[in-house]
C-alpha cells in the first residue's frame, strides 16, 4: 500500500494556465478540461486535479507515468477515482478538497490480493 498526498495554490494554477494555455492540453485531458469549464469558476476545478495527478503520482512511486496519462473521472454521485491512460485504475483510491485559497488531493494504492 502507498499513499500520496499534494496540495496547490489556486491562483498558481490559475496564472500558469493564463500565461501558458498549452499547459492545459499538456497536463488534462478533454473530459477533465470540459468538466472545468462548466463551472462558472473553474479554477478550484483545475487546482484539485492537478493535485490529484500529483498525488496519485506519488502513490504509484517511479512509474513513469505522465501527468496527462493520469485522471480524475467522477461516478454518478461525483465521487472521483483515478483514470490511467482511459483506464479505471480500480486500486487507486482519490479524495479531493477545495477551499477558497488551496486545492488538496489524497491518493490511495492498495496492494494487489
Ligand atoms: C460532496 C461533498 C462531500 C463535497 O464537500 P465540499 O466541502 O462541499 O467540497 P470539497 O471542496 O471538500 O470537495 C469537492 C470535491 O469533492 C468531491 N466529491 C463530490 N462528490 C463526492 C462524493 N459523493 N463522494 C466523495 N467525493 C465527492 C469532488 O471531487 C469535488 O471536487 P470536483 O467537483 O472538483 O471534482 C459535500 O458537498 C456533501 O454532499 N456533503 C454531504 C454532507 C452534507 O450534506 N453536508 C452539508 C451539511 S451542512
Known amino acids: 500500500m502507498d499513499i ?7 491562483r498558481r494554477i490559475r496564472r500558469v494556465i493564463r500565461r501558458t494555455p498549452a499547459f492545459l492540453d499538456r497536463v488534462f ?3 477533465e478540461i470540459a468538466y472545468c469549464r462548466r463551472h462558472k469558476d473553474p479554477w478550484p476545478h483545475f487546482a484539485v486535479r492537478f493535485a490529484a495527478k ?6 504509484l512511486g517511479q ?3 505522465a501527468l496527462k496519462d493520469i485522471s480524475v ?3 454518478s454521485r461525483g465521487k472521483p ?3 490511467i491512460k482511459g483506464r479505471r485504475a480500480r486500486r487507486l483510491k482519490l479524495s479531493l478538497s477545495h477551499s477558497e485559497d488551496y486545492a488538496a488531493a489524497v491518493a490511495l494504492q492498495e496492494d494487489a490480493r
Open 81 to 83: 477515482g483515478v483514470l
Open 54 to 59: 500529483e498525488a496519485v503520482w506519488k502513490a
Open 73 to 75: 473521472a467522477r461516478d
Open 4 to 10: 500520496g498526498l499534494d496540495i496547490v495554490e489556486i
Open 63 to 65: 512509474s513513469g507515468v
Open 29 to 31: 485531458t478533454k473530459p
